[in-house]
């Protein structure tokens, strides 16, 4: 039995999938979440297999849950399942030690056989993002800028940033400094989009 974790932001979706993947005779859905800190805890505390995650969710993002159990040494492995087809995003993800992603419009038959994949030690990669992910700008964020631009891009202040973050306001207009000089912007709304555009946040 593959015993799975997923974590989804979007119930209805969550629902869907725990009900669908459910029914499979070798997959047991263990333990559901709707944001990345429940996900690494959830991880955490059963142990699956396998944890089925979204990318974007509240307090942390599907990449940075994977990176974290890499880091730990757990057993678990990674699947991105999401709506994000930039390369970007799959270069990020296969860095943080993800070993499968797939486009949330795919069959559930499909979700299916790449869980089981997985769970075999393998990888399962869209194969019509595999090639996007080779051709993709290498990410030039470091994990910082990227959580500081994430937070202005959401109309945060520097001031209320640095709050977040633990750090000054000056420090915080550094990093968005930084991080629009290494994306070619001029500003932080341009850096933010073009960071958004090449799935680099």
Do not use: C, F
């Amino acid at each position: 039995m593959i015993r799975l974790v997923i974590a989804e932001d979007q119930t209805l979706v969550l629902g869907a999938l725990a009900r669908l993947l459910g029914l499979e005779e070798d997959i047991e859905v263990v333990a559901t979440a709707v944001d990345g800190n429940a996900a690494l805890g959830a991880v955490r505390e059963h142990r699956p297999d396998i944890l089925l995650t979204d990318i974007e969710m509240p307090g942390m993002t599907g990449i940075n849950v994977a990176r974290i159990l890499t880091e730990d040494g757990a057993a678990t492995r990674t699947i991105i399942m999401t709506t994000y087809d930039r390369g970007g995003y799959l270069r990020r993800a296969l860095d943080a030690g993800v070993r499968g992603y797939l486009l949330k419009d795919s069959p559930v038959e499909q979700l299916a056989k790449s869980i089981r994949i997985v769970a075999d030690g393998g990888r399962s990669i869209a194969p019509e993002l595999a090639a996007s992910a080779w051709e993709s700008q290498a990410d030039p964020l470091s994990e910082r800028e990227r959580a500081v631009l994430r937070l202005a891009e959401e109309g945060n202040s520097n001031k209320v940033i640095g709050r977040m973050l633990s750090l000054s306001p000056g420090t915080v207009r550094n990093y968005l400094a930084e991080a629009a000089s290494k994306v070619g912007a001029s500003s932080r709304i341009e850096a933010s989009r073009i960071a958004r555009d090449n799935g680099w946040l």
